[in-house]
């Protein structure tokens, strides 16, 4: 036979709730709204509030999309109209001259007859921000105001001139 297995019986009076109580920060999360519960998580997920934020400026951006184009929606530059897009250099020929893009060199393929487009290191035109362009702002007449805009090299040295966009820095 087995022994009969111990046990001990408890002089205080039966409380079912006794292994529920929480603490106040859990009982707070608890009872909290849905809508509490989800940004409490939500928080706490580091990837989520990045691109959240990353979300919201690029939506904030669209709000003031007309300000930040250098351009109206209309604007064709019909010399570069099939050029290829180009990236923003920070550094040309070693030094470090702040943001630019370089100019274009533009030969026709006599056996294709295409334009093609060589970049060309000596032609730098360097990125300003806030410079005066002149353009139709949701078919209002023409104005100034400010938008990102790039010079040539002549233009930065020879002060406030005009750049193909129209644009004086």
Not at 139 to 166: E, F, M, Q, Y
Request: glycine share 4%; charged share 20%; aromatic share 10%.
């Amino acid at each position: 036979m087995t022994a009969p297995l111990p046990h001990r019986v408890d002089d205080r009076p039966f409380d079912p709730q006794e292994g529920d109580r929480l603490s106040p920060e859990l009982e707070r999360y608890y009872m909290s709204s849905q809508w509490r519960m989800v940004w409490l998580k939500l928080r706490r997920h580091r990837v989520a509030v990045v691109s959240g934020v990353l979300l919201a400026a690029l939506y904030l951006m669209t709000i003031f999309a007309e300000f930040l184009s250098p351009y109206a929606p209309n604007t064709r530059h019909v010399d570069h109209i099939y050029a290829p897009p180009q990236s923003v250099q920070f550094f040309n020929q070693g030094r470090f001259i702040g943001p630019f893009v370089l100019g274009y060199d533009q030969t026709l393929d006599m056996d294709t007859l295409k334009r093609v487009y060589v970049p060309n290191p000596a032609k730098v035109h360097r990125l300003r921000f806030l410079c005066e362009a002149t353009r139709t702002i949701s078919g209002a007449s023409s104005r100034p105001r400010p938008t990102w805009s790039a010079r040539p090299r002549a233009a930065i040295s020879s002060g406030s001139a005009p750049t193909a966009s129209g644009a004086t820095c």
